[in-house]
């Protein structure tokens, strides 16, 4: 199943900064189920024989393709069709924010407050988006029918890193990332996000990018990094000062 393809049919929903994240990714939840509903619980009219074309009208938005064959040697579609190698800078952005997503799914599972598991969840619903926004051309992206990642979602992600400091202590040295396993996964999510961040930067140079989507990835590591502090002290997991060894 190519991966462009299921972006483009994802209902994603914009948030502002009145609405709150869980608020908004509820909304959006309800939309999914209530379509999914409706598609489930359809019954056939009593003289009415469900043939092949039927079914195949009624789930084809359920019967993606897992495997096409169409990169067995090498190439991957953007989302307009064009076929470029799959070691390209433009699928190796969006690929990374596909690891991004994975990291951010497994902290997510973890036992923290369900804030934080809401906030990641709509972040993972985002991160879709601009990976679908990565994966198109910017001469076709007319032809990108999602809404575009806008300020107030960097400044949802401010608002929470705010929060969240307002609570830790001052950080005076570098941290070693640790402590807790949990922690950890956190950490590691940053450092993916930043890796992210390096490859898209490469790929802004060659062909320019929106600039929210810019600060938004960048502002996403540093909630990832004030969140890391964070699940230390709800966990009571210790940090460790980086306090380098001074010769004379």
């Known amino acids: ?37 409706q598609y489930n619980n359809r019954s056939f009219d009593q003289n009415e024989r469900p043939t092949n074309k039927t079914l195949t009208h009624h789930t084809k938005l359920h019967a993606l393709k897992i495997y096409t064959k169409t990169g067995d040697t090498g190439t991957t579609a953007l989302f307009t069709g064009k076929r470029v190698p799959k070691h390209h800078i433009r699928i190796e952005s969006y690929g990374t924010l596909d690891e991004l997503n994975s990291w951010l799914g497994l902290l997510r599972d973890q036992e923290i407050d369900s804030h934080y598991q809401s906030v990641l969840e709509q972040i993972q619903d985002m991160l879709f988006t601009v990976g679908a926004i990565l994966a198109t051309e910017p001469t076709k992206d007319n032809k990108l029918k999602i809404t575009r990642i806008t300020e107030d979602d960097s400044q949802l992600l401010e ?20 402590g807790h396993t949990t922690v950890s996964y956190c950490h590691v999510a940053r450092t993916v996000c930043r890796r992210a ?4 930067s490469i790929l802004h140079q060659e062909n320019p990018l929106p600039k929210t989507l810019l600060s938004y ?6 909630y990832l990094f004030v969140l890391a502090r964070k699940l230390s002290k709800d966990l009571n997991a210790k940090e460790v000062k980086w306090i380098p060894e001074k010769h004379d």
């Open 197 to 200: 961040e390096r490859l898209i």
């Open 159 to 178: 608002i929470e890193i705010d929060k969240m400091n307002n609570d830790l202590p001052p950080m005076t040295h570098f941290i070693l990332p640790g």
């Open 1 to 37: 199943m190519h991966w462009c393809i299921l972006l483009s049919s994802l209902p994603i929903r914009k948030i502002t900064g009145s609405v709150s994240l869980e608020d908004s990714w509820k909304e959006n939840s309800d939309t999914r189920n209530r379509v999914s509903d």
């Open 217 to 222: 990835i960048n502002r996403l590591s540093d």
